[in-house]
Every structure is written in C-alpha cells, then in structure tokens.
C-alpha cells in the first residue's frame, strides 16, 4: 500500500530560525515528489516537485531534499519568516499514474512561526 | 501561469437542500478535475475524478448520487452536494490538470461548506 509520513505533526519556532520538515514515502513505482504549503483555509500550492534523478531544490527560502534510495525527503526552510505559518504537505506520485490513484498525499506538518 | 478558481470560497446552507460548488480553470485546458475533501487538521481526501465529458469516477465510500460532479467542458467542474447534511460541513478543494500533462495538478483555493 502506498504510504507517506511526515514529521514532525507540527512544529513551532521562532521568526528567523531555520527548520527542517521530514517526509518518508512507500510509494511505487516512484515518479515524482512534491512539497506544498497550505495556508489556514486555502488551497495547497506547489514549493518544489522533484524526480527520481534530482536530490535537491530550492525555490527561494525553501530547499527540498530527496534521497531515492532511502525513499525520504526533507524540506528546510531558512530564516523563517510569519508568513511561513502554514501547513507543508508532501506528495508522492507513482510513476504511469495518469489516473485518479495518481498522488498519495502525506497527512502535512503544521508550521507555527511566532515572533 | 495556471491558475484554478473556486466559486464560492464559503457557502452555508440548511440541511437538506444542495449546494453547488465550481471549479475553473482560468488561463489552462484541464481534461481532467479532481475534487478533495480536507478535514480540520487532516491531509486531503480524494473524492472523484472527473474527466470533460465523461461521467466522474469515484472513490470508495463516497457516495455519487449525493456529490453529483459534472465535467462539461474544458474549463469548468462542478460538485453539487445534494440533500446536504451537518455531517458534509468540510473543506472542498478542486485540482485541475493541463491537457497533455502527466501529473501536475494545480489546486484552486478551496470552498468551506457548514450545513447548519
């Protein structure tokens, strides 16, 4: 069966701190991984999407890790800002899922930045 | 860009009536719309599948008599929550997925539904 976990649940830190947002995944076969951010009543929306041959990107404050072997990914997130309160969601496609089983969504990892 | 609306973004209404909920595609063909249920503090749920002109696929457990979804062009899906019950309250979010593209879905900003 297809799994992702993400740790921690949720996490609160201090504006300017770094963190780092864990996600391990059972899906296959593996085509894509995917981190989002959900804000408090808003759609997800797309940080960084990685395939099998990329261990590695950014998309400005947020760094997405993926070691394909050990079939985790990490998100860190530099110098965190208010704005980075939200919901981090990480996402594993199988790869030739065209179809509705496509994504298996992991249950997110709620952010708290306090000043 | 591709962007994907939601209309309307909050609806309260009684229970037992419906309740119509739209999704758009605004700059983007989407062949196929995938609409999610979100509990508080829960990961999203995939409800059903829908693709243009062809009846929706649906979930285990999710019932299609009463999330009608209909599909009828390139740009528009919509979720019609019928006989609305307390129990439906939740957060709708639609996906849109381009034409000619394997897996990127694009999510719209969501609709919370309250039945009172």
């Known amino acids: 069966k297809n799994q992702v976990e993400q740790s921690p649940q949720s996490l609160i830190i201090l504006e300017g701190k770094n963190c780092t947002l864990q996600?391990?995944?059972?899906?296959?076969?593996?085509?894509?991984l995917r981190w989002y951010k959900q804000d408090t009543g808003r759609g997800p929306v797309s940080l960084t999407i990685?395939?099998?041959?990329?261990n590695t990107k950014s998309n400005g404050r947020y760094t997405a890790t993926l070691d394909a072997d050990t079939k985790q990914s990490s998100l860190h997130i530099t110098a965190s800002q208010l704005s980075d309160s939200a919901s981090y969601i990480c996402?594993?496609?199988?790869?030739?899922?065209?179809?509705?089983?496509?994504?298996?969504f992991g249950s997110g990892t709620r952010l708290q930045v306090q000043p | 860009g591709a962007v994907v609306s939601q209309h309307p973004s909050r609806v309260i209404c009684k229970s037992g009536t419906s309740v119509k909920i739209e999704c758009r595609s605004l700059?983007?063909?989407?062949?196929?719309m995938f609409w999610y249920r979100q509990f508080p503090k829960k990961s999203l749920m995939l409800m059903a599948t829908?693709?243009?002109?062809?009846?929706?696929?649906?979930e285990q457990g999710v019932e299609k008599d009463k999330f009608l979804i209909n599909h009828a062009s390139l740009t528009l899906s919509t979720l019609t929550v019928t006989s609305a019950h307390p129990e439906d309250s939740s957060f709708y979010i639609c996906?849109?997925?381009?034409?000619?593209?394997?897996?990127?879905?694009?999510f719209g900003p969501g609709t919370r539904l309250t039945v009172t």
């Open positions: 996906s849109a997925r381009k034409a000619g593209a394997t897996y990127e879905q694009y």
């Open positions: 996600c391990n995944y059972t899906v296959s076969p593996f085509s894509n």
């Open positions: 990685m395939t099998f041959s990329e």
């Open positions: 996402v594993v496609s199988a790869e030739g899922g065209t179809g509705r089983r496509a994504l298996t």
């Open positions: 700059d983007f063909q989407a062949t196929t």
């Open positions: 829908s693709n243009e002109g062809s009846k929706a696929t649906y």
